[in-house]
């Protein structure tokens, strides 16, 4: 895993929360909104949570935000989110893994679906793509708040399986079970991440030429441009001086 990026650590580079503000920051209010409804309101005593107003202090989103998105997990009772898992091929066969929340599953695969037909994918059944992924957690640091050698003594320390560093962040991998308490150990230390959650790390990657490239990323760009789509994963290899000029942004 060492030195490899991959989309889900590329998109934070990209300066995307600030080209797309009112789209993350919905995003981001349904995660937090979830997450209260599903454990406790207090960040202290629920992990998911805590996650998601940490993403959204990242993301620059208001304090005021983040309050309406808990307290609308109280007054809208009745409003249920389906956490969804689609999985399909992408152009030059990518692999693709998307995760959504939605209240309507109908709409929200038909819009998945349109937009696989429109970049020439296919959106297929469970398990056609997931078996080239496996779910780790993922922590990613700023490179400039901890040295290269603190980071990986707490790593280590904390219980974690990999940790690998570039010129921009730290990434820290754990198992999918021991997530939250490795990065409970880790907050101790340092609290201000980039990312922090589960995410599916493709086990190998496919290299493309810089044009099949932006291709690719064009269209994982739309799949999450999608209000019903929190994240989207590829086995696209994306290196860290891949430049997004004339991309759909």
């Given at each position: 895993?060492a030195?490899h990026?991959?989309?889900a ?7 995307r929360?600030?080209?797309q503000?009112?789209?993350i920051?919905?995003?981001l209010?349904?995660e937090?909104t979830?997450a209260?409804?599903?454990?406790s309101?207090?960040?202290d005593?629920?992990?998911r ?14 304090k005021g ?10 007054i ?26 939605t209240?309507?599953?109908n ?9 696989f ?5 296919n959106l297929?059944?469970?398990?056609v793509?997931?078996?080239q992924?496996?779910?780790?957690g993922v922590?990613?640091?700023?490179r400039?708040?901890?040295?290269d050698?603190e980071?990986l003594?707490l ?7 990999d940790?690998?560093s570039?010129?921009?962040y730290?990434?820290?991998i754990?198992v999918?079970?021991n ?11 340092i609290?201000?991440?980039?990312s ?19 291709l690719i990323?064009?269209f994982?760009?739309?799949?999450e441009?999608d209000d019903?789509v ?8 994306i290196?860290?001086?891949f430049?997004d ?5």
């Amino acid at each position: 895993m060492a030195g490899h990026s991959h989309w889900a650590g590329i998109k934070h580079k990209k300066g995307r929360a600030d080209k797309q503000r009112s789209k993350i920051f919905s995003k981001l209010s349904k995660e937090i909104t979830v997450a209260a409804k599903l454990g406790s309101k207090d960040p202290d005593m629920n992990p998911r949570l805590r996650s998601a107003i940490q993403a959204a202090r990242i993301a620059n989103m208001p304090k005021g935000n983040v309050e309406r998105a808990i307290n609308k997990s109280e007054i809208n009772k009745n409003l249920n989110y389906n956490g969804l898992v689609y999985e399909g091929f992408g152009p030059e066969k990518i692999a693709i893994i998307i995760e959504a929340l939605t209240e309507n599953k109908n709409r929200t695969a038909s819009n998945i679906r349109a937009i696989f037909q429109k970049f020439g994918g296919n959106l297929g059944e469970a398990g056609v793509a997931s078996h080239q992924f496996k779910q780790v957690g993922v922590i990613r640091i700023d490179r400039k708040k901890i040295s290269d050698n603190e980071i990986l003594e707490l790593a280590i320390n904390g219980g974690a399986e990999d940790c690998f560093s570039d010129e921009l962040y730290h990434q820290i991998i754990t198992v999918k079970d021991n997530f939250y308490k490795v990065k409970i150990k880790i907050e101790k230390k340092i609290q201000d991440f980039i990312s922090a959650g589960i995410e599916w790390l493709p086990m190998n990657k496919i290299v493309l030429d810089k044009e099949k490239t932006k291709l690719i990323v064009n269209f994982l760009e739309t799949l999450e441009d999608d209000d019903d789509v929190q994240h989207v994963y590829a086995n696209l290899e994306i290196d860290n001086n891949f430049s997004d000029e004339g991309l759909k942004v």
